[in-house]
């Protein structure tokens, strides 16, 4: 086969301007997360950015398993609280003895720890798949958990072990004290884990993981052992949680049992769902997500678990692909320039949608009002949008937005579903003819 | 010529039942041999056995002249014999391009690498993209093999079969539900794909027997009842009521 | 000694009865839908409230009624408008819609009973001790509670084997389309199998809750303790279940019985370890890690038994 | 007007909610008495509730934006890892931070390490740790000759490890005679059946138990034991928490379970039975922390001592101020380890007289049966502060 | 007339495959449908039991069923046999027979027995899950688990793909048997010497419309059809 046959075959390299386009993106996020501190430069939000980052790779490291080799893990907070611990030991030891290495290297005590555990644990789990595995992740997770508690020399029981990252020997004269320094730590890992993490999927071992989740099977029968590639998966998966825990430690300069528990674990398999298990920038986009969305509910309405859970059930029953697959779903038509086409119906839906949430708001919100705080003023806000509890004038407005929200959504819905199909149908066209 | 292939008094049991009896079998090097028998005869249960995919309960199997009765499917497969499947069984949400490329990342050295870029690996992407062309499929380089035709995805089986480069080619019905050119072509893509390979291949389909097999062998109930040249089957008795029945005679 | 054993064994059958109690339903859910239900506890939780608000009203024996038929509807329900959608999104899918389920009934539970435990009694005839011995009594809502256990453990075999619903169901969940083509209305009989599924749990809220606490947060506090039973029973398996809940309530009642531990066989550590960590485990007692048990036999039985007790399948 | 904030770090969602508001519906009630008064130097108090879900981590996220809303006090109780890694926290902010320092007043978390070898000059502490407790509960048990034989059981975390330890250590020494015939360790909030433990309570012929459970692991405990027909003395440090009084009523434990604290709402003095009843007809709750009154007024008192609402001023009026407490009684906040020191109350739960309090609707109330006084609850400290 | 089809039209997204088919076949009769691969003969069918959303109008015993969920379909007495078996693997022989059961109060003429007598593969496997079957004996087991629901039509989707020509023979037979016992079938095939065989009358099918319609004799006689249609 000459080479201009099989190069006309295959699919194109990446040309100069794609290639450019790639790096950009890379580069330009590093710019982003440079400039970021100085466009919100609070307390507060520089502590929200460090954790979105932590978030970020773990749940990217969560996705290695899920989205990449089909492993439902219940247990991931394992490898990312056992990060955390060690690099909290380590930041006590390496502070105590005054050895000369500074905290940025922490992370990679973190990732260690997560890998060597992951390679402990893994080899025995990643002989099963599917809920087999999914369960002893769960009764693992369920131990691991549970002896936090009674080896208290190590995890330092209920109140966990806690560190002072300023002691530690001092590079370019970084004392690690100030938010702001720990920040730019954390933004540089998550750069270099975002960018290893993807490099992974792009990699032999990356395809195969791929091809064990689709079917296990056949990998056999192409001259690989499916465990090997699962524990593989599994101990890079297990290296880059113990990264995020060890950043954890770091921040928060304690570790404690709240690092492994079921509730770390959830929130990373919601993280990584919501985003899109499906498109590797997915678990990032849920990442920032629930960790926004964590972080900020709980300030706007005292139920905010009841939206929380609403707004997953939402995701699941309307966006199976998560945010991502949502927003991919449009890729086609941006390329065939037809995106404005949808806009309008978009709209229309959107109106009667809003109208539905905001009456669901009001009534969640006055109903909570006189079953919780029954002898409280009327006058409540939730979402920063202040009314009265007690007025009959809400209780219309909530029944009439409902109802009438619903029923027009409803139509408006069936009809962007309907546009959709053409529009797509033409956009399909249009980039064939090309 | 050496042989490929060698069964020797290999048994299969499930529980009770006695699913293969005794089979004793040679197939030399460069062979196109196939293996014909009645539904249930225990065709693709050879198959298995001889891929590693079980184990049989007595007897050994020998790829040239090595035991391999026991091994992992990996394990044969890195022994260069590949097989392909009755049931069509891809890799569905990957494009067929991932597909073949799966394939023949083994087979290329590249193993478990995770410090390799999958895309700056010449060897592999010619030899996918040779493949890819050799099963007739360039133009659907991009379609997740799960939205295939039912003919494209016995295509893309066989590619994957034989994109690993193995010199024994294991064919499990390979035409199965093609219409009569699909076949003609399908049996055009075998004959030359497996130029100086070692075929061992089940099929019903007795023109696709007749015209690719160098030998052939009769399977019935487990047990091996006829082996020779195609002339020497078609004229066989004990072959005609076995399998053939009248139409084909 | 035999005073303890007898006693263990009686703690470890009651114990292991109300797993099962709680657990039937998710066997039903999680083992025949294959729905990785998340949200049996609060379907449990959903129960005890219903019970203990119709109690009020009615008494305590048409709350053992009706409030497992109304958490059974809103099963139905929820997999009528909800986990039918999800389904075709795999187990995941279903898992988080689950997920969420269980925070919206947690929070909906604490809207409207409030986040204190609620005032939920033992109907008052059954409010004596049964039997007694070795001076411990049993009470007669214990002997209840276990016999409403093994009454149910009967009907769902007798119904499972009697009807064919379980291997309508199972076929469905790799062929639907097939099944729907030989007569069988797949939709109806899954909202069934999850609505059933739902009321039992309901069941055991009603009876549990008043022997428990009744509180917005008790189907957080009961944890995957319910997916143990069912998994090392083996999916799909009911008396699989059932073994596994006795056999659950027995090892941790028995393990809490034992104070040994690897100080008390081998003597303390030397003073130069006794202040590591090793001296944790060296003195952890069985009994302090008996309520963890279970999930270390749950892990073992998956990695040497991956189909579970008397399971058919494996995932 | 700018206002005195106090940042209130409790979970006000999930499992511990109901606690948290119940808290948080105390301090408001304070402030606004506080505030009635005219403030605390001329400025209004207010009350910022911040929402900590019982996960130290986020406790810590709440922490920083309330100190960047310009909050200069947090005050927090539920959880000793909370509590732990918030006083780390402030520790190190207030090092890193300083002129912009900020104090943590805790309410409720008991850790003795908190006001021991983890001390700090931000933390002050007005609920006695449970050393405090337990000493006062061993000089009780030491003058009650019908104790004999005592059994422990406890969450195995770090409370409950350390009401252990020095329940055995206390005993020891004040009551050689006392047998500890069982001392049991189980997982926190993981139990629902506690038959087994209830067997082994019977089998060991203990007359009293021990423990520090809290939660469902108290009711569940004390309903087990009632089933079972276990007849024992509890002697408990949160059988008065949300739904503890309602399981021992279920229970039909008679004034068989005691309670350690600071205060409860019979005891006789006229001025707390006043106060509780005011504070039961606005907020609709019985006063669960007595302290909290403790803590608010004499926060106010030494604002107006220092003449200033700087943390680290106010920190150090407070230090060593002698208080006349609410329920009685003088205590005073040590210099060493910032530890409230006050009465202690032993007392039972049960029937009542007419016009007492009662607890949760059940018709049962506390009723006195020990005052252990200030002196006798003073315990030593390892504490070595670094003072700014 | 058992089942009457007119104007019947099928899409997959926006590929329009069924163009307009008319058919019908009559109580008792046997009728095939040939054709080439993807013509749309198995849409068709499957448009019929409602698997693919059907636009047009199919009588069955003069009842409207388009549109109906399959399983009312399935128990108005239409039989359907699917191309790719899809027995349940998980579940035995004997349990696949018995889902195919509608209603076991009022079981039909098919007894369970009687089949597994007729196949003696079958038989030997009976309490086998039906995964581990061979290729052909899971296309007996599909095809015998439809007769279970005691179908009075029943329609047969490429029955003979995969087995060998002897059980060709055998399931040729068993359709001629399941045709003296009075149920009319529907076969979907592209060998045509089974259907040349047994078929009262056969159809013709290309790009999703009926292109002959006649007795298979008509068929053999008409070269200019099979040479156009059929690549024979
Ligand atoms: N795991 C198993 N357990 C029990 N019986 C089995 C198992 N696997 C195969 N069999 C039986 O062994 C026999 C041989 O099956 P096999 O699949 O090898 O047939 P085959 O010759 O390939 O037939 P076909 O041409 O129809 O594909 C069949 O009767 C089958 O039911
Ligand atoms: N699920 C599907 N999605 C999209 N197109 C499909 C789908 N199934 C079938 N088709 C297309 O519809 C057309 C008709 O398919 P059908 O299965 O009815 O053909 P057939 O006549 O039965 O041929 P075969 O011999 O392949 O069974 C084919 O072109 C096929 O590619
Ligand atoms: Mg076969
Ligand atoms: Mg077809």
Redesign the pocket.
Known sequence: MTDLASSSVAPPRPTLSDRMKFYGIWILTGLVLLVLPKVFSSGGSMTTFSLVGISIIFALSYNILLGQTGMLSFGHAVYYGLGGFLAIHAINIVGFHKWPIPLPLMPLIGGVAGLFFAALIGWVMTQRSGTAFAMISLGLAELVASSALILRSFFGGEAGISANRTKLFKVFGLSFGPQIQIYYLIAAWTLIAIIAMYALTRTPLGRMCNAVRDNPERVQFVGYDPHVVRYIAFCFSGFFAGIAGALAAINFEIANSAYLGAVQSGTVLFAAYIGGIGFFIGPIVGAIFVTVLSLGLSDLTQVWQLYFGLFFIAVVLFAPGGITGLLMMHRPLVRAGMLSRMLPSYAMAALPTLALCVGLMLMIETIVHYTVNPNEDPHIQAFGIPFDAASPITWVTAAVLIVGGFLLARRAWSRVGETWDTTLTAARAKVHAL | MSTAIELRGVEKS?GV?K?IQNINLTIAQGERHALI?P???????TFNLISGYMRPTTGSILLRGEEIAGMKPFQINRRRLSRSF?VTNVFANMTVWENLRCAVLWATGHRYAFWKNIDNLPVVRERTAQILEDIHLTSRRDVPAGLLTYAEQRALEIGITIAGGADVILLDEPTAGMSNAETERAVTLIRRLTEGRTLLI?E?DMSVVFGLADRISVLVYGQIIASGTPDEIRGNLKVKEAYLGEEAA | MLELIVISTLNGVLYGMLLFLMASGLTVIFSMLGVLNFAHASFYMLGAFFGFQISRWFGFWPALLIAPLLAGAIGAAVERFGLRRVHKNGHVAELLFTFGLAFAIEEIVGIIWGKVPVDYRQPDILDFPAFTIFSTNYPAYKMFMLAVSVVIFIALLLALKRTRIGLIVQAALTHPHMVGHLGHNVERIFMLVFGVGTALAAVAGVIAGPSLVTQSNMAALLGPILFVVVVVGGLGSLPGAFIASLLIGLLQTFAVSINGSLASLFGPLGPDLAATWLNDIWNVTIAQIAPIMPYLLLVLILIFRPMGLLGTRET | QETVKIGYIDPLSGGGASVGEGGLKTFQYLADELNAKGGILGKKVEIVPLDNKTNPQESLIQAQKAIDAGVRYVTQGNGSSVAGALSDFITKYNERNPGKEVLYFNYAAVDPILTNDKCSFAHFRWDANSDIKMEALTNYMKDTPAIKKVYLINQDYSFGQSVRSTARAMLAKKRPDIQIVGDELHPLLKITDFAPYIAKIQASGADSVVTGNWGQDIALLLKAAADAGLKVNWYTYYAGGAGGPTAIKQAGLDHKVFQITEGFANVDHKASQDYEKAFRAKVGLSLWYPRAVNEMRMFAAAAEKAKSLDPIKVGKALEGMKFEVLDGGEGFMRADDHQFFQPIYISSFGEIKPGQFDEENTGWGWTQVAKVDTPQTIVPTTCKMDRP | MMLEIKDLHAYYGKSHILQGVDMHIDAGEVVSLLGRNGVGRSTTVKAIMGEVPPHGHILFKGKNIAGLPSYKIAHLGLGYVPEHRDIFPGLTVRQNLMLGIKNPRNPGKWKLEDMLDMFS?LKA?AD?PAG??????KQMLTICRTLMGDPELVMIDEPTE?L?PIIVQQVGDLIAEIARRGVAILLVEQKLSIAMRISHRVYVMGHGKIVFEGSPDDLKANSAVRKEWLEV
Request: aromatic share 4%; net charge positive.
């Open positions: 499930f039942t699913v028998g539904n249930g005869a225990g065709k693709s249960t009755q089940v019903h | 593969n496997r086998t581990v079957l061979s290729g052909g004996e995969g060998a």
